[in-house]
């Protein structure tokens, strides 16, 4: 029978029963005040749903991708900024959890579990794409790697304790893509700093940063597997998480339906609730409709990267787009149902289209990830 385990039910309910009384009433007010979600790292950290897909051995709770996707979408249901503490834990620990070794991973692992936060460094302003072009380089010295460059876009950076980052380590390989390795920087190493929080459209409650490294001195063993395996580890990374962003759309879009359904339920006019007009019923149907859709491309994708399968990066990448798409489509098609109330700030609407609307550019453009379906079709 297809459904979803009983396990995922109860997470769901756990989830949503937390985002609800301890997340949600807070949301305005961060995104509002563009600050961070103290109120929500603290829930999320109280209950281990922080960073659930933390093996067990390190202090997590060894959640599989299906249960990372739920927690994901139900924190999304109610604050898309908040929704990225769980989102951007697993960006930023994919790569230990996928190559470091196993000092490094008790080290960096088991202080996320813990409560700390991790970033993910791997853009930069002329790297966005193209990753294969950073200009952040790497080198050795003695018992230590010496690190310069910037990097932009770095989601909860100022917040964040650990930081992977790559960095240009052979600038004479034949293939540059084989010259990057990966590193797990701390926040207080010496070299390190960041740079103000950029303003955006929407995910205020989520600093976005560029960060520095100066002579960032790194000790040696705080190497992500291999030199040279850098690129290699973030594309497997990106298979894991791609369809995470499906599920904060899909989260993010679900939260505008289910708050459209109640206000065109108790909004009258013309003598009668405006749920009762066909017009509005289509509108309703075609979203509810797109919602249930990605629910089921995401869930799909989250099974086949943890089964490893062969299509696992084409199931990610389609997950991730359609997912984004409809929650850009959902969130505006219900701004339009609330009317002019849509457009202010006293309606969660407004926040979640704007919100909405960085799912279908980070962590690869849809574009990208068309280009990656396309790949995967003509190989």
């Not at 989601?155 to 930081?163: D, I, L, V």
């Not at 070299?191 to 001195?217: H, Q």
Request: aromatic share 8%; charged share 25%; hydrophobic share 40%.
């Amino acid at each position: 029978m297809y459904q979803l385990a009983e396990e995922h039910e109860e997470l769901r309910s756990a989830v949503r029963d937390l985002a609800a009384n301890e997340i949600a009433p807070y949301a305005a007010d961060v995104d509002e005040n563009e600050r961070y979600p103290t109120e929500a790292a603290e829930a999320l950290t109280k209950t281990g749903f922080n960073a659930v897909h933390i093996p067990e051995a390190y202090g997590g709770q060894g959640a599989d991708a299906l249960a990372c996707d739920i927690v994901i979408e139900e924190v999304a249901r109610v604050c898309a900024s908040s929704s990225l503490i769980p989102a951007v834990n697993k960006l930023g620990t994919m790569n230990l959890v996928l190559g470091a070794s196993e000092e490094l991973k008790k080290q960096v692992l088991g202080d996320v579990a813990a409560g700390a936060t991790a970033s993910y460094a791997l853009s930069e302003r002329e790297a966005g794409s193209d990753p294969a072009a950073m200009r952040t380089k790497a080198v050795r010295d003695g018992e230590r790697w010496v690190l310069n460059g910037t990097k932009c876009w770095i989601t909860n950076a100022g917040e964040s304790t650990w930081y992977t980052v790559m960095a240009v380590t052979d600038p004479d390989a034949a293939n540059p893509a084989n010259g990057i390795s990966a590193f797990a920087v701390r926040y207080d190493d010496p070299g390190f700093s960041i740079g103000p929080k950029e303003r955006k459209l929407g995910i205020k409650g989520s600093p976005t940063r560029e960060i520095y490294f100066e002579d960032c001195a790194v000790p040696a063993e705080r190497m992500i597997g291999e030199p040279g395996q850098g690129l290699k580890l973030a594309f497997r990374t990106l298979d894991h998480t791609r369809h995470s962003i499906g599920a904060q759309a899909l989260g993010i879009a679900q939260g505008a339906l289910d708050a459209a359904v109640s206000y065109v339920t108790e909004r009258r006019q013309f003598g009668k609730a405006i749920a009762d007009f066909q017009g509005v019923q289509f509108m309703l149907a075609d979203m509810a409709m797109k919602v249930e859709a990605a629910r089921h491309m995401v869930y799909s994708a989250a099974a086949k990267v943890e089964r490893g399968d062969a299509d696992k990066s084409f199931a990610s990448s389609a997950a991730k787009t359609f997912a984004s798409d409809t929650a850009m489509s959902v969130t505006t098609d219900a701004v339009q149902l609330f009317g002019g109330a849509g457009y202010t700030r006293d309606f969660p609407v407004e926040r979640m289209m704007r919100d909405a609307k960085i799912t279908q550019i980070y962590e690869g453009t849809n574009q990208i990830q068309r280009m990656v379906m396309a790949r995967h079709l003509l190989k």
